[in-house]
Structures are given as structure tokens and as C-alpha cells.
């Protein structure tokens, strides 16, 4: 998977597949990039579906810790 931030990337041959046919060797791109410091640029801003993947998966636990946390201070 390529995306912003991330240490390591790796993705499928699909992916790669279909990455290159959008971004063909030669075409014009818009890049996007911080300004101050130029070594971070990307191709696709925003937040990914991995980030709201993670963030329900991340509140799922929360949720459950509380109800469980709950039940135990009641029934103790």
C-alpha cells in the first residue's frame, strides 16, 4: 500500500498494476507537497480507508473495555 507516512510500503501486483497505468511514465502529475520540507510530497491526499479502518477497529476496543470495565464494577 502506498500512502503518506508509512515506513515500508508494499502492495500486490495488482495494485502496482493499476498504480502505473494511472500514473504512466511522461504525464504530467499534480504533486503535493510541504513546502517547508520538500522531502514530503504525495499523489492522492487525504486520509485513507485504512485510517477509518483502524479508527473503528481502535473504538470498537474502547467501547468494549468500558462496558466491561462497567460490568465489573457493578457486579463486584
Known sequence: ?????MKSVSAGRGFAERFV?????????????????MSTSVLEPGLS??????FAFGMSFMIFG??????????K
Not at 511514465?25 to 513546502?35: A, M, Q
Not at 462497567?70 to 457486579?75: K, N
Request: aromatic share 22%; with cysteine; net charge positive.
Open 49 to 54: 480507508k485504512r485510517s477509518f479502518i483502524l
Open 21 to 37: 497505468k494511472k500514473y504512466p511514465r511522461g504525464k504530467d502529475i499534480k504533486v503535493f507537497y510541504d513546502p517547508s520540507v
Open 66 to 75: 468500558i462496558c466491561f470495565a462497567t460490568v465489573a464494577w457493578l457486579f
Open 1 to 5: 500500500m502506498v500512502a503518506y507516512g
